[in-house]
């Protein structure tokens, strides 16, 4: 059976804003069943009005996600499996960059950047994986992006969490790049599955990304922990000389075409940049260090008990 947009069902995670709520729009128009997450409630819920009028669609729905809390994960997984028996594309688009300010910890004591970038989407898509299965021919796509070039020597696997030398854009090339080596390892684990797995680079958009909202001074850190950290500045470093961002909407091209297009099926494990695959450096090619990831996130994740 051959892969169609029209009807599938689709979860866009972080589509309140930005390139998941332009992907969220666009896919919606092709006629998809689109829900997307949020962090935060009253923006959601205005987003979801928006999405819903742009769109001429009145099925998108909204479910609840913080990707720094891994009880929400779980949440919000069991909340669409309540509401949908299967899943057809599933878009890890949310994200967070604090090239800024000391190092930041998730509610679970990870690193914020590999915390909300990396493990909350492994945590989510592990969870919503069966759905996925049944649903085949179905597509994932994880934002990546061309930071994962900040990251030129790999990952320090003795120092995920960045605890012994924190910078905040390296971190993020961090991020990044294990978003890539998630991808490359999941596609080699559903070789047969009939379900395609690639990584995209948006390009230099102009989003919140960056941005560290006040709200997030309480959500993003531990309880215990929240009168002794101080959130990092707003902004990121000064991306001028890369020319003009672009809009929303130019940035979430290759998210949908990834998601959507009939020429983009079979294939997988790939990284697409202006909507085209793109070979990537050696170093992000690395095969061994994709599973190496893997194995030490399932690790993690058992030693959180989550």
């Given at each position: 059976?051959?892969?169609?947009?029209?009807?599938?069902?689709?979860?866009?995670?972080?589509?309140?804003?930005?390139?998941?709520?332009?992907?969220?729009?666009?896919?919606?128009?092709?006629?998809?069943?689109?829900?997307?997450?949020?962090?935060?409630?009253?923006?959601?819920?205005?987003?979801?009005?928006?999405?819903?009028?742009?769109?001429?669609?009145?099925?998108?729905?909204?479910?609840?996600?913080?990707?720094?809390?891994?009880?929400?994960?779980?949440?919000?997984?069991?909340?669409?499996?309540?509401?949908?028996?299967?899943?057809?594309?599933?878009?890890?688009?949310?994200?967070?960059?604090?090239?800024?300010?000391?190092?930041?910890?998730?509610?679970?004591?990870?690193?914020?950047?590999?915390?909300?970038?990396?493990?909350?989407?492994?945590?989510?898509?592990?969870?919503?994986?069966?759905?996925?299965?049944?649903?085949?021919?179905?597509?994932?796509?994880?934002?990546?992006?061309?930071?994962?070039?900040?990251?030129?020597?790999?990952?320090?696997?003795?120092?995920?969490?960045?605890?012994?030398?924190?910078?905040?854009?390296?971190?993020?090339?961090?991020?990044?790049?294990?978003?890539?080596?998630?991808?490359?390892?999941?596609?080699?684990?559903?070789?047969?599955?009939?379900?395609?797995?690639?990584?995209?680079?948006?390009?230099?958009?102009?989003?919140?990304?960056?941005?560290?909202?006040?709200?997030?001074?309480?959500?993003?850190?531990?309880?215990?922990?929240?009168?002794?950290?101080?959130?990092?500045?707003?902004?990121?470093?000064?991306?001028?000389?890369?020319?003009?961002?672009?809009?929303?909407?130019?940035?979430?091209?290759?998210?949908?075409?990834?998601?959507?297009?009939?020429?983009?099926e079979g294939i997988t494990g790939r990284y697409f940049a202006?909507?085209?695959?793109?070979?990537?450096?050696?170093?992000?090619?690395?095969?061994?260090?994709?599973?190496?990831?893997?194995?030490?996130?399932?690790?993690?994740l058992a030693e959180l008990g989550v």
């Amino acid at each position: 059976m051959a892969f169609d947009i029209d009807g599938a069902v689709v979860l866009i995670t972080g589509g309140n804003a930005g390139i998941g709520k332009a992907t969220a729009i666009a896919l919606a128009r092709k006629g998809a069943r689109v829900t997307f997450t949020s962090r935060d409630d009253a923006r959601g819920k205005i987003a979801l009005d928006e999405i819903r009028q742009a769109s001429g669609r009145d099925d998108v729905g909204l479910l609840g996600l913080d990707l720094a809390r891994l009880a929400s994960v779980r949440r919000c997984a069991e909340a669409f499996g309540e509401q949908s028996d299967r899943l057809d594309v599933l878009i890890n688009n949310a994200g967070i960059a604090l090239t800024r300010g000391p190092r930041q910890e998730t509610y679970d004591g990870l690193e914020m950047q590999f915390g909300v970038n990396h493990v909350g989407h492994f945590r989510l898509t592990q969870l919503l994986l069966p759905l996925i299965r049944k649903s085949a021919p179905a597509r994932i796509v994880n934002l990546s992006s061309a930071g994962y070039l900040l990251a030129p020597d790999g990952l320090d696997f003795d120092d995920l969490q960045s605890k012994k030398d924190y910078k905040g854009f390296p971190c993020y090339g961090h991020s990044k790049l294990a978003n890539i080596y998630f991808t490359t390892e999941l596609a080699r684990r559903l070789e047969g599955a009939d379900i395609a797995v690639n990584a995209v680079h948006p390009g230099l958009v102009d989003t919140e990304l960056g941005h560290l909202r006040p709200e997030d001074k309480a959500r993003f850190v531990r309880e215990e922990e929240k009168p002794a950290k101080q959130a990092g500045a707003g902004g990121g470093p000064d991306l001028s000389s890369l020319g003009a961002p672009l809009t929303p909407e130019e940035g979430a091209a290759t998210s949908i075409r990834v998601a959507s297009a009939p020429d983009v099926e079979g294939i997988t494990g790939r990284y697409f940049a202006d909507s085209e695959a793109t070979e990537l450096t050696p170093v992000a090619s690395d095969a061994e260090a994709a599973g190496r990831l893997w194995r030490a996130t399932e690790a993690l994740l058992a030693e959180l008990g989550v």
